[in-house]
């Protein structure tokens, strides 16, 4: 009996280290090539430096364009403030003008013609150097009302002109730019024909 006992675990032991090499088979199928592996995470990681260099190149192309409109934006509109106290040179130009009666400024020689001409020098010198720093002004008379570039001050009836239409300038507006810098004051015509539908409007 005991030689049985020893020869069935030599068989049992035989057996197993028969199916060793195809456990040892099966085990090195089922683990994971480490060069896939690695392949696999350097391919994970060059998608994502891809993608954070793409955003980071749209946020560059996003800056430089921000940073060029604001340039534009203060180079164009730098003059604004003192572009405004300007104005107030140029409504006193006019207002001293337009006190001097018409007859008188027909008939005017001497001191007081070489005085009106010098004055309305003054004030085409002023109008021309505004514009050239992109101040021009607005001068809506016979337009149609525009509430962006006119501020109404009352309403006239005049049949003989469409609706809403501007028959008065008390001031002359200005824009800078395409930003209104003062809107002019006016009159508008009521109870004239309708006026026209604007086809840029309609559109």
């Known amino acids: 009996m005991p030689?049985?006992?020893?020869r069935q675990t030599t068989v049992e032991a035989g057996a197993g280290a028969a199916q060793d090499p195809a456990s040892a088979g099966h085990g090195?199928?089922?683990?994971?090539?480490?060069?896939?592996?690695?392949?696999?995470l350097l391919t994970a990681e060059r998608d994502e430096l891809k993608d954070r260099?793409?955003?980071t190149l749209a946020e560059m192309?996003?800056?430089?364009?921000?940073?060029?409109r604001?340039?534009?934006?203060?180079?164009?509109?730098?003059?604004?403030?003192?572009?405004?106290d300007v104005l107030n040179v140029a409504d006193n130009i006019r207002r001293a003008l337009d006190s001097v009666p018409a007859d008188a400024k027909a008939t005017a020689d001497g001191a007081l013609k070489g005085l009106i001409d010098g004055i309305e020098l003054t004030e085409r010198d002023l109008?021309?150097?505004?514009e050239?720093?992109?101040v021009k002004i607005v001068e809506p008379q016979g337009q149609k009302f525009d509430p962006n570039r006119h501020q109404a001050m009352f309403e006239v009836p005049n049949p003989d002109v469409p609706a809403g239409t501007v028959v008065q300038v008390v001031q002359s507006g200005y824009v800078i730019?395409?930003?209104?810098?003062?809107?002019?004051?006016?009159?508008?015509?009521?109870?004239?024909?309708?006026?026209a539908a604007n086809p840029a409007d309609a559109a």
């Open 132 to 134: 050239r720093h992109g």
């Open 127 to 130: 109008a021309k150097t505004l």
């Open 61 to 68: 192309e996003n800056l430089r364009r921000r940073t060029e």
């Open 177 to 195: 730019g395409d930003r209104v810098l003062r809107p002019a004051l006016v009159g508008v015509a009521k109870g004239g024909p309708k006026a």
């Open 53 to 55: 260099t793409l955003r």
């Open 3 to 6: 030689q049985d006992d020893q």
């Open 28 to 40: 090195a199928e089922a683990s994971v090539d480490p060069i896939a592996e690695t392949l696999a």
């Open 70 to 84: 604001e340039v534009a934006d203060a180079r164009a509109y730098a003059v604004t403030n003192f572009a405004r």
